[in-house]
């Protein structure tokens, strides 16, 4: 399955299991990420005003 998206795309590096090596992203975009092991996690980071608010669509199972 291919997803393709009109934003910029982030692709996550690993280590990024915990928020000190989170992967730093601007927002809005696009981030890619696979969870590889059991109990895998993927941390970002980003730049947001006080208050914001966001939605977030995550595709996991749907894109294999």
């Known amino acids: 399955t291919v997803a393709?998206?009109?934003l910029d795309e982030w692709v996550e590096t690993e280590p990024n299991d915990?928020?000190?090596s989170?992967?730093?992203v601007a927002l809005p975009g696009a981030l890619n990420g696979r969870?590889?092991?059991?109990?895998?996690r993927?941390?970002?980071s980003?730049?947001?005003p006080a208050g914001?608010?966001?939605t977030l669509r995550l595709?996991?199972?749907s894109l294999g």
Do not use: K
């Open 4 to 6: 393709s998206s009109d």
């Open 22 to 24: 989170a992967n730093a």
């Open 59 to 61: 595709q996991t199972r």
């Open 18 to 20: 915990v928020a000190e």
């Open 46 to 48: 980003f730049t947001a």
């Open 52 to 54: 914001a608010r966001f």
């Open 35 to 40: 969870l590889g092991e059991r109990r895998d």
């Open 42 to 44: 993927d941390s970002y």
